[in-house]
């Protein structure tokens, strides 16, 4: 029988979906579950997009590699709405931001060589890491200082010869952080100043309260040719199952090599590109009441943990995720518990532990990222849920 390869061996579980099959079997045994463990908003996609796909042309055919005209023309207008000038010819359409991250790891760096990733990161960067052989080196950024970057210092302190680029997340999964410009400027500057690129992952730009603005690295000054943003429509338009986003660069060596990746890939999602267009009749209205649901949701969450004893947490300042210290010491065997030794009132939640977020071993082995993209009422139900699922697991451990 042959061996499966080292790579495939080394490639992560997911801490957002490994422990799908134990809802599954709650709801197989009449447990309703709350899910909290995965960034699927309940919200409708826009009916202008979902309009598009009446007008299909009869024959659904391969897109081009690097996306439609029509689609990268879109993109172009939805940048110029964020006083970013973007060409089409700087942009490479992909599936899913998902895909534009692969491909900057697949074109920017080398087998054994090193991104620095602000730590806790998202969690598929390892998957992607551990696909191309690149190794993923840490800066952490802690709870207390409500996981913003810390001084560049710590940057310097982990640059090797093999360091390629440093992998940002703004506003930031897992934890809702909302790098400020001077945060984003200083590492810029890092990157300038040593000869890397800056990727930034911004998909929930658009996901920003209490009047805090996240800052593109697009817009950042001295370092435009180096600056990679990797993009989605998944979660800006509740439309995950599209899976479309894009690649961005002002560098066209950068976007040559991206584009013939996208070329062995033969052609992004035809179908989601289609429904895509519709996009350029949104307007700010949308993006405005969309930001307020989250906001209120965001105030509930933070609100209803903060109630619960010995958790610790910082208020989110955008996207739609918390990171949330309890008080156990395995977060990946209280996320088992509630889905298979738990109920409340015929409910349980799902979580998902926050050690997988992490590369560093040990840390957030006491945390859980939540998602809150369920409505308000759920949302507190969920809390209380949580709250009776820590009292039952801690009277059994001790």
Not at 54 to 69: E, H, M
Not at 84 to 110: D, P, Q, R
Not at 299 to 316: M, N
Not at 349 to 362: I, K
Request: contains cysteine.
């Amino acid at each position: 029988m042959p061996n499966v390869s080292a790579r495939g061996l080394a490639l992560p579980p997911s801490p957002i979906r490994k422990l799908a099959p134990y809802a599954e079997a709650a709801r197989a045994r009449g447990v309703k579950v709350f899910h909290l463990n995965i960034g699927q908003p309940d919200l409708e996609t826009p009916k202008v997009m979902r309009d598009r796909l009446k007008s299909l042309d009869p024959v659904i055919a391969y897109s081009p590699s690097a996306g439609t005209p029509q689609y990268l023309s879109a993109l172009s207008g939805y940048y110029a709405s964020l006083g970013l000038k973007i060409e089409a010819t700087n942009l490479v359409a992909t599936t899913g931001g998902s895909e534009a991250v692969l491909f900057a790891f697949l074109c920017l760096a080398e087998v054994g060589d090193e991104v620095i990733v602000a730590e806790p990161f998202y969690t598929n960067y390892s998957s992607f890491a551990a696909m191309t052989g690149v190794t993923l080196v840490p800066v952490q950024c802690r709870g207390e200082e409500g996981f913003h970057l810390p001084a560049i210092e710590a940057f310097e302190a982990v640059l090797t010869r093999r360091t390629r680029f440093v992998l940002l997340c703004n506003p930031n999964n897992p934890t809702g952080t909302v790098y400020s410009r001077e945060e984003t400027q200083r590492v810029a500057d890092f990157c300038r100043d040593h000869d890397l690129f800056l990727v930034s992952d911004e998909v929930y730009r658009e996901f920003v309260y209490d009047g805090l603005v996240a800052t593109s690295a697009l817009d950042l000054e001295g370092c435009e040719d180096r600056v990679v943003v990797v993009d989605s429509l998944s979660k800006r338009f509740s439309a995950c199952g599209i899976r479309l986003g894009c690649f961005v660069s002002r560098n066209s060596d950068v976007i040559a090599a991206v584009t013939r990746a996208a070329q062995g890939r033969l052609s992004p999602p035809g179908l989601a590109q289609v429904l895509a267009l519709g996009m350029s009749e949104i307007g700010p209205d949308y993006y405005a009441s969309v930001r307020a649901e989250y906001q209120k949701r965001r105030d509930v969450i933070f609100e209803e943990l903060s109630r619960l004893k010995d958790v610790f947490l910082q208020k989110p300042e955008g996207a739609f995720y918390v990171v949330a210290r309890l008080p156990v010491k395995d977060s990946d065997d209280f996320a088992r518990f509630l889905l298979e030794g738990f109920s409340f009132e015929g409910e349980t939640v799902m979580v998902a532990p926050a050690a997988g977020f992490y590369s560093t071993p040990g840390l957030g082995g006491n945390e859980v990222r939540l998602a809150y993209v369920l409505n308000c009422e759920d949302l507190r139900r969920s809390i209380r849920i949580l709250g009776e699922g820590l009292t039952a697991y801690l009277k059994r451990e001790a």
